[in-house]
């Protein structure tokens, strides 16, 4: 049985009882909101189940993988190392140089993380060697990737032959989704509808007999703040949302991408309540969401800035950005920026969501040993313990920023050096 026809049937399997421990949530609820379609777990083989949708902590997302002009396996591999221990909850292999199913086996190897693909991408590749696209090396490869293992799959399936010939012209960035603008690239090329969305029914089996989840993708993101949302990002939502219903009746989990790319600050909190109200609430996934353009080099923050905006209106899935964005192949060390922006931004969005429940523990003992100028604990409190400590070695009493005239020191001769909080 797949996750969701277990939360279906009530059939209470250990993969609940461990999300139900983890994000200290009573297992019935987690039963009745996964049956409802409105949390996924994602999971491998002897892997940690992980719960994304409401009443579940934000997760992210890291993308890695090779491109056709740096294909380095052993960097990829280190990426899968520090995005893990620096607290990513998924990762997205999205190889395009080199051997893909090597690369991706690997990965499967040293990650004990749930792995996403999307398998258009090996398509378009294997396609320039052996001549053309068709719908069997499509599922060939779908297939191929589920068998090794993947536990998610990004599939955009949004939008018709009719929205593409409709959008010429309409938008100062066209398409920037990379598997959305490959699958209409061969649409478009070929006069075929969308092989995803005419073959829906074959692609649920496959998903259901694998137990993977469908990551229904967002083809249809703005590039830039001035295409806005438009009535394309919209249909795609729409289609989108009537299509993870028929995927959740054959028992086949959904997460829905939506309002991802380059989106106007003003536009957020809109969308995001409407993304709920047409998805019945469905899982939502966003990358980024970058609200400003103007920002090369420095898209995490951006990204962040967006993220902690959608993480408190509704998005319950972020995908980290790097500051690579838009100029080249992500380094390791841009992997752990990007990935540390990302949580610092959903951690905010949590604060939102949630008050200041369990999750914000590590904010309360970190300000008390602040105030106590305890420095060794209160950089172990912190999202990266190291990095401080060069800033401030721990072994040091005074703060150079206001030196001998620090307010900490004064408010605890103030306050009898008592911490303002129990803890
Ligand atoms: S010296 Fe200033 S910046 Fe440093 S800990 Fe004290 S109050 Fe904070």
């Given at each position: 049985m797949t996750v969701l026809e277990d939360a279906l049937n009530q059939n209470l399997t250990n993969d609940f009882r461990e999300v139900a421990n983890e994000e200290k949530v009573d297992v019935n609820k987690i039963l009745k909101t996964v049956s409802k379609?409105?949390?996924?777990?994602?999971?491998?083989?002897?892997?940690?189940?992980?719960?994304?949708?409401?009443?579940?902590?934000?997760?992210?997302?890291?993308?890695?993988?090779?491109?056709?002009?740096?294909?380095n396996v052993e960097t990829e591999l280190e990426k899968v190392k520090i995005a893990e221990k620096f607290g990513a909850d998924t990762i997205s292999d999205l190889s395009m140089g080199g051997n893909i199913d090597k690369i991706r086996k690997k990965i499967l190897d040293i990650s004990t993380l749930p792995i996403t693909t999307v398998p258009i991408y090996q398509?378009?590749?294997?396609?320039?060697?052996t001549g053309s696209i068709t719908d069997d090396l499509i599922f060939t490869i779908i297939e191929n990737h589920l068998k090794d293992g993947i536990s998610s799959l990004v599939i955009h399936c949004g939008f018709t032959l009719e929205d593409l010939n409709k959008m010429k012209g309409k938008r100062i960035m066209g398409m920037v989704s990379k598997g959305g603008s490959y699958t209409a690239a061969y649409m478009i090329k070929n006069e075929v509808e969308n092989p995803f969305l005419k073959n829906f029914d074959y692609l649920l089996e496959m998903l259901n007999k694998y137990n993977a989840v469908l990551n229904l993708g967002n083809a249809m993101r703005s590039g830039c703040i001035h295409d806005k949302i438009d009535e394309f990002q919209l249909n795609e939502l729409k289609l989108n949302s009537k299509l993870a219903k028929k995927a959740n009746n054959k028992g086949v989990q959904v997460i829905i991408e939506s309002l991802g790319g380059h989106t106007l600050a003003k536009d957020l909190i809109k969308y995001l309540k409407l993304c709920r109200r047409i998805t019945n609430r469905r899982p939502l996934f966003v990358s980024g969401p970058i609200p400003t353009d103007f920002a090369p080099?420095?898209?995490?923050?951006?990204?962040?800035?967006?993220?902690?905006f959608a993480s408190s209106f509704g998005a319950d899935y972020l995908c980290a950005i790097t500051p690579a964005e838009h100029l080249c192949l992500p380094s390791v060390d841009d992997i752990k920026k990007g990935l540390i922006t990302c949580r610092i931004a959903a951690h905010v969005g949590d604060s939102f969501k949630f008050g200041l429940n369990y999750l914000f523990n590590n904010d309360l003992h970190l300000s008390n040993y602040r105030f106590q100028k305890n420095w060794q604990r209160q950089?172990?409190?912190?999202?990266?313990?190291?990095?401080?400590?060069?800033?401030?070695?721990?072994?040091?009493?005074?703060?150079?920023?206001?030196?001998?005239?620090?307010?900490?020191?004064?408010?605890?001769k103030l306050f009898n050096n008592k911490p303002s909080k129990k803890f």
């Open positions: 379609g409105q949390a996924v777990i994602v999971k491998r083989t002897n892997s940690k189940p992980v719960a994304i949708g409401f009443p579940f902590r934000t997760k992210i997302n890291v993308n890695i993988g090779t491109s056709t002009s740096i294909a398509t378009v590749v294997t396609a320039n060697s080099g420095y898209d995490h923050i951006a990204a962040a800035i967006g993220g902690a950089f172990e409190y912190s999202i990266d313990p190291v990095k401080p400590q060069k800033k401030h070695p721990i072994n040091e009493d005074i703060c150079s920023m206001c030196g001998k005239y620090c307010a900490l020191s004064i408010s605890r």
